[in-house]
């Protein structure tokens, strides 16, 4: 056949779609089956990574990402906190005739005595330190943090007939009279009353009289009411939200719970000697911030500790970097982390100091 004939029969294949591909059944090749797939199914996205987060063996790791690699469970989001302290009460509760105390953690708080009558009682409930005002009732006396039966019975078979001791009342301090030889001290009532014994005609009598104002029954007499204050957390410590309660007697006068100025401040209450309480303001430092009166860490990082211009740093949020920079010869342009933001501004090196590289050096 000639070559013009071979040619004719080629072009007439074609034109009716018969012709074969050059591998076995017409099928496309396995490689350029698989890579067209490739082409079809997109990429899979990057994932984002969050925290930071506490992981089930009890450290925070600083991303949900490096949590998985450790092949560790999330329990949750934040820092990790330490397990809460167990109350535990020496006396195994309300128990008014022993004198015990409530421990919990670094707080201990034991049973003291308001007055001759009443009994401050502190015992552990649902894992709380509380505080119970307890009447010790008739015929008993608090002494030294606990309620005791009160010694009025013993008489002397010496003692002098009739009644000895003073012949008037006195609330403001703590007498004994003596009737047939047995010693009849004055009491506290309630909390602002006292009970006072004397003699009159030859005989025992008693009155009850009220406390004035600014005094309460304290150990059988009318005494001055004290500030006293009561603090949960150590001054210093800003990881801990702290309480101060100032009191007088039975009264509060007053309650501070530690709070935040700003993302980056805290107010922190102690007690003072006198009773009463006051507040000093800490930073969190670089790396925290200020959450519920607390300082816990942030998303924000630093390298040069914070607003420090004699240190070049940088600092990263969100995984966006800024570096501190000189803006001229005199001038550091510096990033600091507020909250989990970045604050930034112009600052002047000062005398003797000229800005290298993003820090105030001497000059």
Not at 111 to 123: F, I, M, N, P, W
Not at 172 to 186: A, K
Not at 218 to 228: E, H, Q, Y
Not at 335 to 354: A, F, H, K, Q, R
Request: proline share 4%; net charge negative.
């Amino acid at each position: 056949m000639c070559m013009r004939g071979v040619l004719l029969i080629l072009l007439a294949v074609a034109a009716s779609g018969c012709l074969m591909h050059p591998y076995s059944g017409g099928a496309a090749p396995e490689n350029q089956t698989n890579a067209s797939a490739a082409q079809a199914t997109p990429p899979p996205a990057q994932k984002t990574c969050l925290g930071p987060v506490c992981g089930a063996d009890g450290q925070t790791y600083d991303t949900d990402c490096e949590a998985m690699n450790a092949r560790t469970a999330i329990l949750y989001t934040g820092e990790c906190q330490p397990p809460e302290p167990a109350c535990n009460d020496t006396d195994a509760g309300l128990n008014t005739t022993f004198a015990g105390a409530a421990v919990k953690g670094n707080e201990t708080d034991a049973d003291y005595c308001l007055d001759s009558a009443q009994l401050v009682e502190y015992d552990c409930l649902d894992n709380t330190i509380t505080k119970t005002v307890v009447q010790c009732g008739a015929h008993s006396e608090c002494v030294d943090g606990a309620c005791t039966a009160e010694n009025e019975s013993a008489q002397d078979l010496g003692a002098e007939p009739g009644c000895n001791g003073t012949s008037e009342p006195d609330i403001y301090s703590r007498g004994t009279v003596t009737w047939n030889g047995t010693s009849y001290s004055d009491l506290c009532v309630d909390y602002h009353n006292v009970k006072d014994y004397f003699c009159q005609d030859g005989k025992l009598e008693s009155i009850n009289n009220n406390c004035p104002g600014g005094y309460a029954c304290s150990g059988g007499m009318c005494a001055p009411l004290v500030l006293t204050c009561t603090a949960t957390a150590p001054a210093n410590d800003t990881t801990v939200r702290g309480r101060t309660t100032v009191s007088r007697g039975l009264g509060t006068v007053s309650e501070d719970i530690d709070d935040c100025v700003d993302l980056q401040t805290i107010r922190k209450y102690y007690c003072l000697q006198n009773g009463s309480d006051t507040y000093e303001e800490f930073s969190c430092g670089s790396g925290k911030k200020c959450v519920d009166g607390r300082c816990v860490r942030s998303t924000c990082t630093e390298t040069d500790g914070g607003r420090d211009i004699y240190r070049a740093g940088t600092t990263t949020v969100q995984g966006h970097s800024s570096m501190d920079v000189c803006t001229d010869d005199h001038t550091v342009h510096e990033y600091y982390c507020y909250g989990d933001g970045v604050l930034d501004e112009e600052i002047g090196c000062g005398t003797g100091y000229l800005c290298d590289n993003g820090a105030c050096i001497q000059s």
